[in-house]
């Protein structure tokens, strides 16, 4: 716990969470915060979600699952508060000390590759995938210059995903 609170020089109170389902909680519920799990928005927050666990507030908790970097500017869902953009509501919130981030995988196709490896063969899939990250890159950066315009003066912690899937 020393280490992954060591990148905070404030409580995580005043942080916030963006992004997708890896941020949102979507692998470690049900049960999911209210109005994250009806027809209408499928976002699948959970107070077991890692940024909740580092002490994240629910309040602060924006990150929903199936989300894109369009998602960061328009909204997801046909219900509020996940009908606008995650960076709208960011700056509706009280300034952030730090904002946490997992984005990319759903740009990238994330949830085919892992449909494909688990129905029969994946090989191929990733190699397409892997082509098709070179052109991410330039999108995820103008994204965190997004975030970082959005929440003057908060450390930007760009987080990886696990590795699921072995290099060979």
Same mark, same amino acid.
């Given at each position: 716990?020393?280490?992954?609170?060591?990148?905070?020089?404030?409580?995580?109170?005043?942080?916030?969470?963006?992004?997708?389902?890896?941020?949102?909680? %979507?692998?470690?519920?049900?049960?999911?915060? /209210?109005?994250?799990?009806?027809?209408?928005? !499928?976002?699948?927050?959970?107070?077991?979600?890692? /940024?909740?666990?580092?002490?994240?507030?629910? =309040?602060?908790?924006?990150?929903?699952?199936?989300?894109?970097?369009?998602?960061?500017?328009?909204?997801?869902?046909?219900?509020? /508060?996940?009908? !606008? #953009?995650?960076?709208?509501?960011? #700056?509706?919130?009280?300034?952030?000390?730090?904002?946490?981030?997992?984005?990319?995988?759903?740009?990238? #196709?994330?949830?085919?590759?892992? $449909?494909?490896?688990?129905? #029969?063969?994946?090989?191929?899939?990733?190699?397409? $995938?892997? =082509?098709?990250?070179?052109?991410?890159?330039?999108?995820?950066?103008?994204?965190? !210059?997004?975030?970082?315009?959005?929440? /003057?003066?908060?450390?930007?912690?760009?987080?990886?995903?696990?590795?699921?899937?072995? %290099? !060979?």
């Amino acid at each position: 716990a020393h280490a992954a609170g060591a990148w905070f020089h404030t409580d995580a109170s005043q942080a916030a969470s963006l992004g997708d389902s890896f941020s949102s909680g %979507e692998g470690s519920g049900p049960p999911f915060d /209210p109005g994250t799990d009806v027809a209408g928005n !499928r976002c699948h927050r959970s107070v077991l979600a890692w /940024p909740r666990l580092l002490g994240v507030p629910v =309040e602060r908790h924006l990150a929903c699952s199936g989300a894109t970097i369009a998602n960061l500017t328009a909204g997801q869902s046909a219900l509020a /508060p996940d009908d !606008r #953009g995650q960076l709208v509501r960011l #700056g509706e919130l009280a300034p952030a000390s730090a904002v946490l981030v997992t984005l990319g995988g759903n740009d990238a #196709g994330f949830a085919e590759v892992l $449909r494909r490896c688990v129905l #029969g063969s994946c090989v191929a899939l990733i190699a397409q $995938r892997s =082509e098709a990250l070179a052109a991410l890159g330039a999108r995820l950066e103008a994204a965190y !210059r997004q975030i970082a315009t959005a929440a /003057p003066g908060a450390r930007v912690l760009v987080v990886g995903y696990p590795e699921i899937i072995p %290099e !060979r």
